[in-house]
């Protein structure tokens, strides 16, 4: 009886650790998508530990980029489809998805840190898509609530109250890395004269295209002449050097 008490008892504590670890892990922002690696960095606006990066979904609807991240990393909470605008809950990170009003194939995702958040969103603007339970979260600690930001798409009606938004600087990219495209590029020959650039057949680095005309082998030969070539060997001399013979004497120097 005792023995299965304190199996009990430590599975309990191990259920415990774990679900702290879990919690720990979601605050940092450790179990959210990697958007930062998918998508190009657009804007950053940073003021302390009130961040908000905005990237760029090219050619995605708002559902299509929240499936997206869904699927990589599920969230704590999403708001319901929306084709507008939609948020997504990852700890204390808040993304929020925005139909571009320049550009409306694509979709601006906004990660905003929980401070930004508090310091620049209205209470009453995210309960349309958050539940009071996180609002509560968000805002009872910090008795905000009470900007009237309501995204990037909209910065220029409901401007932050605190930051302003920039081009991403060398070090913004740095924290966050824009996005990186795999492109396919071709090897050239230099010094061809018949206007074929290519490396060998069908621009092959491992299949040489032969010439009749020129012969396709190279050779490196000893320079026979003095002519001082890049492989020329040096001149042998084929005089002996002149040596002197001489004598001399020792003596020993006499004591006083």
């Known amino acids: 009886m005792k023995g299965w008490q304190g199996r009990s008892l430590l599975s309990l504590k191990i259920a ?9 892990l979601s605050g940092c922002g450790i179990g959210s998508p990697n958007v930062k ?4 960095l657009e804007s950053v606006n940073r003021d302390g ?7 760029r979904a090219a050619d995605k609807t708002v559902p299509e980029v929240a499936k997206e991240l869904t699927d990589e990393k599920k969230p704590d909470q999403v708001s319901k489809e929306d084709t507008e605008r939609m948020f997504l809950v990852y700890g ?20 905003d840190s929980q401070q930004y958040v508090q310091k620049n969103y209205d209470s009453s603007f995210l309960k349309g898509y958050l539940t009071a339970v996180v609002i509560g979260q968000i805002f009872d600690s910090f008795g905000g609530g009470m900007g009237g930001y309501r ?3 909209s910065r220029d009606i409901y401007q932050p109250k605190q930051g302003t938004y920039h081009a991403p600087t060398t ?20 010094g061809t004269n ?13 299949d040489r295209k032969t010439d009749s005309s020129k012969s396709s082998k190279g050779s490196i030969s000893r320079g026979k002449g003095s002519s001082g070539g890049l492989f020329d060997s040096p001149k042998k001399s084929y005089t002996k050097p002149k ?5 001399g004497k020792i003596t020993r120097r006499s004591r006083r």
């Not at 530990?49 to 990237?55: D, E, G, K, L």
């Not at 590029?185 to 230099?190: A, N, P, T």
């Not at 040596?243 to 004598?247: A, N, Q």
């Open 16 to 24: 415990l650790v774990l679900s702290l670890v879990m919690s720990l």
């Open 37 to 40: 690696e998918t998508y190009p």
């Open 49 to 55: 530990s009130a961040t908000s990066y905005v990237y």
């Open 92 to 111: 204390k990170e808040y993304y929020h998805l925005q139909k571009d009003p320049k550009k409306e194939s694509d979709t601006l995702i906004e990660v």
């Open 151 to 153: 995204g990037y798409s």
């Open 171 to 190: 070090n913004d990219k740095k924290i966050a890395p824009p996005l990186t495209v795999e492109k396919k590029g071709s090897i050239f020959r230099r």
């Open 194 to 206: 018949n206007g074929d650039s290519s490396v060998g057949s069908g621009g092959s680095i491992f």
């Open 243 to 247: 040596t002197r013979v001489g004598s």
